[in-house]
């Protein structure tokens, strides 16, 4: 584990060759060994990807090691076959006055950096205790370019892979280019802190909600070009299972379950299918960009209240009235039986985003919602 108290500046600048994440140019066949990228990489032979899913089944994700990278760095070469068929088109609509962009093909990102954060030795498969990374009210912390592997602790409280901690405002502060994956909870968490800048990260096969604004005081961040996929629930129950407040109450208390909150494994009478790839508690941040790509709950869950109960402040803090989504992209592991879009708590089926909110007003703009 590593703790930034107070008074601490600390900083990891990884080599940024493998950074980023891209899309395929061309659709993958199972039984294929090849995939074309959109654009050139700096990736190596060695390197670890993982190619996402582009049917119903998150588990259709697929991780392989790269063995030949071809000269012009956008045809790659993995140890073996692809099992699954990954979708790599785009899809123009004509509307007459505008045609509209369908950008399906599934992404790929690379697992790994040159500085890497996991724990050293123990029991932490079994226990699902890993490493961790938890910055605290007066530290500075700049990370870019860092592989976060085996982290974060299921069932102990603010022991997340990477997570500012009541910091307040931290302008100029960030977490970017990060890999993290195989999480036992969560990816990154945002709490009790403004003007953070959490970018161009990847989060792949994490317990629980991942990207996570926690309190929902949380205020004028950049949630910008992040990719997360393989969400995964806390505890593997339906919601007939725990089908009223007494069975969900007893059934956390028998430990069976380890989950933090009820969203991370469980929805409202599964209109709200948890977890999710985003959960954005407060509209007065900057969410552009990101991709979900394969949960077992939800891509987007916005969670806005007209005010909050415990902010960092100890006072009651009143929400925006005016939320913005800009040019998102979501694919859920599971279809919509109802509309793909709700707000004000209009009932759907595992749905790629759903809006929870007291907003007078919300706009959702450039969302492309495939394989819902």
């Known amino acids: ?24 140019n061309r659709s993958i066949n199972a039984g294929s060994r090849t995939t074309v990228l959109s654009d050139g990489v700096r990736w190596s032979v060695g390197d670890e990807i993982v190619v996402s899913s582009t049917s119903f089944d998150m588990n259709e994700a697929e991780k392989r090691t790269i063995t030949i990278i071809s000269s012009d760095s956008i ?50 498969l079994q226990n699902q205790i890993g490493a961790h990374m938890m910055s605290m009210s007066g530290s500075k912390v700049y990370v870019d ?12 409280l603010a022991r997340y892979p990477s997570h500012w901690h009541r910091v307040g405002d931290a302008k100029g502060q960030f977490v970017k280019n990060l890999s993290v994956y195989d999480s036992f909870q969560r990816c990154i968490t945002i709490h009790g ?31 910008k070009n992040n990719l997360g ?15 009223s407040n007494a069975k969900i109450s007893a059934y956390l208390k028998s430990g069976k379950c380890k989950a933090l909150l009820l969203s991370d494994f469980h929805g409202v009478a599964d209109r709200f299918p948890a977890p999710s790839t985003y959960w954005i508690s407060n509209p007065d941040n900057d969410v552009s960009g990101n991709i979900a790509s394969g949960s077992d709950g939800s891509g987007f869950w916005m969670a806005f209240h007209d005010k909050n109960l415990c902010n ?5 803090q009143k929400m925006n009235s005016v ?26 089926n595992r749905v790629p985003i759903h809006i929870n909110t007291y907003l007078s007003q919300a706009y959702v703009d450039s969302f492309t919602f495939a394989c819902n």
């Open 1 to 24: 584990m590593l703790f930034i108290a107070e008074v601490l500046f600390v900083s990891f600048f990884g080599d940024d060759s493998n950074t980023g994440w891209q899309r395929i």
């Open 75 to 124: 045809t790659v070469t993995v140890n073996k076959a692809i099992n699954f068929s990954h979708y790599g088109n785009i899809q123009n609509f004509d509307a007459g006055r505008k045609v509209h962009r369908l950008d399906l093909r599934v992404t790929v990102a690379n697992l790994r950096r040159n500085i890497r954060i996991q724990p050293k030795d123990g029991n932490f």
């Open 145 to 156: 370019s860092v592989e976060f592997r085996h982290v974060g602790q299921l069932g102990v």
């Open 193 to 223: 802190i403004n003007y953070a800048t959490v970018e161009n990260n990847f989060c792949y096969n994490h317990i629980g909600h991942g990207y996570f604004l926690d309190n929902g005081d949380e205020r004028k961040s950049i949630i």
């Open 229 to 243: 996929l393989v969400s995964k629930k806390a505890c593997n129950i339906s919601a007939g299972e725990v089908n």
């Open 312 to 316: 960092y402040g100890g006072s009651i």
């Open 323 to 348: 939320a913005e989504l800009r040019s998102e992209n979501s694919r859920s592991a599971y279809y919509s039986s109802g509309p793909d879009l709700y707000i004000k708590l209009k009932s759907a």
